[in-house]
């Protein structure tokens, strides 16, 4: 009996469902896409985590830029050309950024770690007088961090 009144009431739509699709038997042509600018397609190829917002390009991009300032920091030390408490600025703006993004807690030993690492592979035995052009930029760069973490 139930099946009797559906096949009735469909039956009854057909029709109605015949004139309204009537002219729309087939999909609408769509126009191409439009290609990617020059622009475009070379920051994806070397920049592939700038359109990325997933938090492991997030935290990626930050254990590459703190690694670095770290390794800078060591090979300037070496040289007597850093304050005492640059260490603690840099290692400090990390923690910050970090907790910023809810990073995981060994995200920071593992940046100071690399950062070990590289100085001991590639610059522990480089000479003082490479220090001098790199000791301006790294000032800069170790103002700018300090002037971003809190004083209690």
């Not at 609408?28 to 920051?43: Q, T």
């Not at 770290?70 to 260490?87: H, N």
């Amino acid at each position: 009996m139930f099946s009797r009144i559906i096949i009735i009431f469909l039956a009854a739509l057909l029709p109605a469902w015949q004139a309204a699709y009537a002219d729309n038997y087939y999909p609408p042509l769509v126009a191409p896409a439009k290609p990617e600018s020059r622009d475009a397609v070379i920051n994806q190829l070397y920049n592939p985590e700038a359109g990325d917002k997933s938090n492991q390009a997030v935290l990626d991009n930050l254990k590459k830029r703190y690694e670095s300032a770290l390794v800078t920091y060591f090979f300037l030390r070496r040289c007597k050309k850093t304050d005492p408490g640059d260490y603690h600025v840099i290692v400090s703006a990390l923690a910050q950024e970090m907790a910023s993004i809810n990073a995981p807690g060994r995200l920071l030993d593992d940046t100071v770690k690399a950062a070990q690492g590289s100085y001991k592979e590639v610059y522990a035995k480089s000479s003082c007088k490479d220090a001098k052009p790199l000791a301006g930029p790294y000032t800069e760069y170790i103002k700018k961090l300090a002037a971003n973490i809190p004083k209690d």
